[in-house]
């Protein structure tokens, strides 16, 4: 009777302990938080990592955050599908995406979406005998509106063509190795497409990235 006693007890405890909020430096959490630290002389210090570390990660959750110490340092999230760096400054809150695109060999098309907002977007590469670069600055309103901004591409081939953009995101105006600022053109969409062809013999990695001013 006494072992029924204690056993029970000790799942009551344990039951209590799993469903209760848990207070760090506090006796009383905040009931909307499963943990709570309070402190007025610390801070909370989240996992430090390279960013080759961080892209390491396996399967990461939608929300998850580290902090990363080389590169471009700061908080990253994950939002689900890139990593998100934070930018606070004394104007504005902006976020960064960074993530890249395995190329095949041959001719493929490759993109990225963003929501309405104004922003500095760039892909780059950089392989033997070959380098692409493209950056522009856009106002996207919705996917009814073109993209307003300028946008620049250059292709180098020094080397032959192992690498080039071919073709660019058609709602900005604009042709590779040229600067052209835009009026509305010809496609309604906030996903930016690029044509690029690869003859270098390999799948080959090529960055992309935006910052949401």
Not at 26 to 54: C, I, N, Y
Not at 85 to 90: A, K, L, R
Not at 117 to 139: H, L
Not at 172 to 191: F, R
Request: glycine share 10%.
């Amino acid at each position: 009777m006494k072992h029924i006693i204690l056993l029970g007890l000790f799942f009551c405890i344990t039951t209590t302990s799993l469903n209760a909020q848990t207070g760090i430096g506090t006796t009383t959490p905040h009931a909307s938080a499963k943990l709570d630290v309070t402190s007025t002389t610390k801070g909370f210090l989240p996992p430090r990592m390279t960013a080759t570390e961080r892209g390491s990660i396996p399967t990461p959750a939608a929300g998850l955050m580290v902090y990363q110490t080389d590169g471009t340092s700061g908080l990253y999230y994950y939002n689900g599908s890139a990593w998100v760096y934070i930018i606070n400054n004394s104007v504005n809150i902006a976020t960064r995406v960074t993530d890249s695109w395995t190329v095949p060999t041959g001719a493929s098309t490759q993109s990225f979406t963003v929501d309405a907002g104004s922003y500095v977007m760039w892909v780059y590469a950089t392989i033997p005998n070959g380098i692409i670069a493209w950056n522009a600055t856009v106002s996207v309103t919705n996917t009814n509106v073109p993209a307003l901004g300028f946008q620049y591409a250059y292709n180098y081939t020094g080397g032959g063509t192992p690498i080039q953009l071919t073709t660019l995101p058609s709602q900005i105006l604009g042709t590779a190795g040229s600067i052209s600022t835009s009026t509305p053109a010809l496609s309604n969409s906030n996903t930016f497409r690029f044509g690029i062809t690869n003859n270098s013999g390999s799948t080959q990695t090529i960055y992309y990235g935006y910052i949401k001013l």
